[in-house]
Structure formats: structure tokens, C-alpha cells
């Protein structure tokens, strides 16, 4: 076990809708990385924050954005589901934007 | 062309076979690099860092080629457990994780 959790582990939703996800990172950890990955993917970067600020965004849209608070846990909001947007959601901890990357288990979204 | 690119197989061995995954990646920049191991729709797992010396740990053989922008990854004596699929992941100074889209494995009795 890695000491980060992700809710939920599933989720279904309609094209439109808003989605959030959320993550607690690995006790002491600063550092929440979210990914998205496709069936058949690896999984692809979508940003980074540390210490509370956006440090880092992959090729996302602005519908994909994020928040992390005092405590480092984190969540990442999807506005204006697309059937595209359906996917194994991973939030990753670090110390400090180490390369050491602690992945939860993953939200499985489903957009129908 | 993808920053990082792995032959995505399927890999079908028996068990005690030796398997070798090839990975290139695009970017010369690039200066850590990593293979992950993920089982189907779990998430990924740090198997080992991979330096340009080489690197052992137990059955798995990991090397770097700078020049080739090539890293490989060599598994002895498979073992029904090692079935998942293997992800070959870069990463330059002050960037994520990159990774490719993963080699998958599978062991037959």
C-alpha cells in the first residue's frame, strides 16, 4: 500500500456533466501529480501541484483543473464531460517534486 | 513521433523463458528513466530505476544507451507472476513522468 487514496474508485457519468475527483496524498508528501490513462495507454500527465500552486500542466483543456489544499490532499474537476474524457484517473505524491512518485489506485470514470 | 515508444506486444512466454522489452525515447534532454510494472487497471509500480551503468535487481536486468536513446529491460526466469504490463517512463529536469504506452506480458504455465 502505497498511503494514497483516491475517491471514488468508479464513477459514471453523462456527457455534459461535471466531474471531481479526489486524492490524499502519502502522509508527508507536498506533491499531488495527476494522470489520465486511456485504455490501451500509458498514463499521460495533466498537472502538478506543489505546495498548493499549479507547478507543471501536460496537453489538457482548461476544463481540466485542479486544486490542492492546505493539508496536500487534492482534486481534480472535469467540466463539460466529452466520451473521451473516459478513463483511469491517477493522482501520484511526492516529497518536494521528487521523481519517487507514490500512485493511488485509481478512479475509473465512465462517460456515457 | 512519441516521446517515448514501446513495442506493445503482447509478450507470450512460458514460465522460466528470458523476455526483453526495448524502449527509445525522443527527447536528449531526457535524465531519469524508470520501468513501471502495472497490473490490468491497477496502478502502476516503481520496478527499477535504470542507470547508464546498468542495473540488477534479482531476475531483472535494466540498461541505458544514451547515445541509442534506448533503454531495455531483461527478465530471467519468468514467473506466472511477472504477467503485467511493463511501462517505460523519462523524465527531464523539472518535467512529469513520461510515460510509454506500456509492453504487456503474459506467463503460461
Request: charged content about 20%.
Amino acid at each position: 500500500e502505497t498511503g494514497v487514496t483516491q475517491s471514488p474508485t468508479h464513477l459514471i457519468k453523462t456527457r455534459g456533466q461535471q466531474v471531481t475527483l479526489r486524492c490524499s496524498s502519502q502522509s508527508g508528501h507536498n506533491t499531488v501529480s495527476w494522470y489520465q490513462q486511456a485504455l490501451g495507454q500509458g498514463p499521460q500527465f495533466i498537472f502538478q501541484y506543489y505546495r498548493e500552486e499549479e507547478n507543471g500542466r501536460g496537453n489538457f483543456p482548461p476544463r481540466f483543473s485542479g486544486l490542492q489544499f492546505p493539508n496536500y490532499s487534492s482534486e481534480l474537476n472535469v467540466n463539460a464531460l466529452e466520451l473521451d474524457d473516459s478513463a483511469l484517473y491517477l493522482c501520484a505524491s511526492s516529497l518536494d517534486n521528487s521523481e519517487k512518485l507514490f500512485f493511488g489506485s485509481g478512479t475509473q470514470l465512465s462517460v456515457l | 513521433r512519441k516521446e517515448v515508444e514501446q513495442d506493445p506486444g503482447p509478450f507470450n512466454v512460458p514460465e522460466g523463458a528470458t523476455v526483453a522489452f526495448n524502449c527509445t525515447y525522443s527527447n536528449s534532454a531526457s535524465q531519469s528513466f524508470f520501468w513501471y510494472r502495472q497490473d490490468c487497471r491497477k496502478e502502476p509500480k516503481l520496478l527499477m530505476s535504470v542507470y547508464s551503468s546498468g542495473n540488477e535487481d534479482g531476475r531483472f536486468t535494466a540498461q541505458l544507451n544514451r547515445a541509442s536513446q534506448y533503454i531495455s529491460l531483461l527478465i530471467r526466469d519468468s514467473k506466472l507472476s511477472d504477467s503485467a504490463t511493463y511501462l517505460c517512463v523519462v523524465k527531464q529536469a523539472g518535467t512529469a513522468l513520461i510515460f510509454g504506452k506500456g509492453t504487456t506480458l503474459s506467463v503460461s504455465s
